[in-house]
């Protein structure tokens, strides 16, 4: 007969190093895999820019990015048909919105195109205020993408953007270097454009992680 004292020499012989054959399986960091986020921000950049491809839906589109990159990074489900079933779901109630936003940016660019050709009067004015006010408006709107949840009014999700952008300024101001970065990136390879939603999508997980984090 096998002495119960036993029981404890075989756990103190066990490896500390070795895995748990009781411990629920979990799935590693990023994803699993060295290269699991990178892969993750690969999918989401090409999910996101053929979802943008009508223009008026790229903020549903970045937020169902920004959803599927949060789920990847807390081990949840990231499929790819979980991208498409949160763009479906980000499209309800945010119409008045995206189409606010982009005529918006198109009057800023259209201010800019004229400010730019030197014949307006006050033309370095115009040209600087409508970089300011388009930088703070993509930022707003990365800031809702990244704050909108599955069944979230839009109106209270772009008012909570806006106030965030405003009380942090040092996490707006780094999804205004993001933004900087992929416009390099953008601009020393063209065909890359279809990656930079993948990366803004990261970025604004990570700033509102970070601002999150410093509330609590």
Sequence with gaps: MTDATDAPDDDARRDPRAPDPTAPERRGAFGGG???????????????????????????ALAAGAAHVRRHLTGETDRVVDLWHEFVAALRGVWPYALASLALL????????????????????????????????????????????????????MRDAGARAGDDLAGSGLLVVAMGLCGVIVWMLAPLAVLVPGLLALAVVAVEHRAAARTR
């Design 34 to 60: 060295r290269f699991g986020l990178l892969s993750e921000v690969l999918v989401v950049g090409l999910g996101v820019s053929v979802l943008s491809l009508p223009v008026v839906t790229v903020l549903p």
């Design 106 to 157: 198109v009057l800023l660019w259209f201010n800019t195109a004229v400010a730019g050709t030197g014949l307006l009067p006050g033309g370095t004015g115009v040209l600087v205020l409508s970089l300011a006010v388009a930088a703070m408006l993509a930022v707003v709107l990365l800031r809702a993408a990244g704050g909108w949840r599955r069944g979230a009014s839009w109106r209270q999700v």
